[in-house]
């Protein structure tokens, strides 16, 4: 077999130039940033070109497979199984971390986490910031990882610590002085590679592009969301659009509030993110905090509208409950005591308290 020629700068802004780059002339690029094969300035006018022109969906695929080649292994018991639930962040907005704070309540009920995620770039309000806030332990060694894995239902994958070769590209990023290729496929690359995922975006062009990824990673099942007025997550102030991947083929529809079981909230009046990504906010939300899950209803309408994905988790499209039965599901949860509530699959049993989470012992979910 003949040898891939190596490829300059300037060949990769021809190509970039003339259109979507080939997945072999993307998987090339990719590999030459994370390998340090161009500067910070060079590897920045590559970086510029691909955004202002606008990455495909192929593209950050192959950026994403280029970035997987190269993390760190992770056990074996968390690889190929559970759910990631992520936003790709840029949004601007000064809103709580929703999406960390779903992850743990997704882990509560006895559904798998495989959580990706990061600091944030310019302030600290990303998930790992929100975690740290809490004081949970994320930087396990891989044989605690498992354990925790197996009796809460929960694994943390801290992006720098499982992306070594991100290093590689962090002056090219900041050179570039703008959203990347990188910011789109580095929030997909989670190590466990998990066949469900709930992911946000705050841009209904950049969530269409990401669910075609999310496809070309393999995913069974996925949710993209980009919800009103530009938010991550489901939105209680308006409309949230959404795309879904099942068995290959790809759907989208918008839901309103009303569909998924909350009242209408004035966004302005929505609890805003503190320094560090809202645990503050979200506290009151965790099963460890104030006595159980009970919150106010300022707050508790962002997390109960995020209970639908439970549809994802078990792998069941849960036709004809898709949005309205499931939130109020998950407005019950919140409002029952630590330690008494019922476990929102239809189960006659409680959830039981263990450890941070509170776990749902339904064989069901």
């Not at 809103?95 to 798998?112: C, I, Y």
């Not at 975690?131 to 720098?160: H, I, K």
């Not at 609890?271 to 460890?288: C, I, K, M, V």
Request: aromatic share 6%; glycine share 14%.
């Amino acid at each position: 077999m003949v040898g891939r020629v190596p490829m300059e700068r300037n060949d990769y802004l021809d190509g970039i130039q003339c259109g979507p780059m080939s997945d072999e002339q993307a998987r090339a690029c990719a590999e030459s940033l994370l390998d340090g094969k161009f500067g910070d300035e060079e590897g920045a006018t590559i970086l510029v070109a691909l955004a202002e022109r606008g990455e495909s969906a192929a593209e950050i695929t192959a950026f994403a497979n280029a970035i997987l080649a190269r993390a760190v292994a992770p056990p074996d018991v968390v690889v190929g199984g559970g759910i990631d639930l992520a936003g790709t962040g840029g949004s601007g907005l000064d809103r709580f971390n929703v999406s960390t704070t779903a992850a743990l309540l997704t882990a509560s009920l006895g559904a798998k986490v495989v959580k990706h995620g990061n600091r944030g770039s310019r302030q600290p309000n990303g998930s790992f910031d929100f975690l740290e806030q809490l004081q949970m332990p994320f930087d396990l060694a891989p044989e605690t990882m498992a354990a925790v894995y197996q009796q809460a239902d929960l694994a943390l994958f801290f992006a720098r610590a499982w992306h070594p070769a991100m290093a590689a590209v962090v002056g090219a990023r900041k050179a570039a002085g703008r959203r990347t290729i990188f910011n789109l496929a580095a929030p997909l690359c989670n190590p466990a590679s998990p066949p469900f995922q709930v992911l946000g975006a705050s841009d209904g062009r950049v969530a269409e592009t990401l669910i075609q990824v999310l496809n070309g990673l393999g995913r069974e099942r996925a949710l993209v969301m980009c919800g009103h007025p530009g938010i991550e997550d489901f939105s209680t102030s308006g409309s949230t659009e959404l795309w879904e991947l099942r068995d290959g083929e790809v759907s989208s529809w918008t839901v309103t509030p009303e569909e998924l079981g909350v009242a209408v909230a004035d966004y302005e009046a929505l609890p805003r993110g503190d320094r560090f990504g809202g645990p503050g906010t979200a506290a009151p939300a965790l099963p460890e905090r104030r006595g159980g899950l009970g919150v106010g209803a300022s707050d508790r309408h962002q997390y109960v509208a995020g209970f639908p994905v439970q549809q994802l988790l078990a792998g069941q499209p849960g036709d004809g409950d898709r949005h309205g039965d499931r939130g109020q599901r998950g407005a019950g949860l919140l409002d029952q005591p630590a330690g008494s509530r019922q476990c929102p699959a239809g189960g006659q049993h409680v959830v039981h308290q263990q450890h941070a989470h509170a776990r749902c012992q339904c064989v069901g979910m």
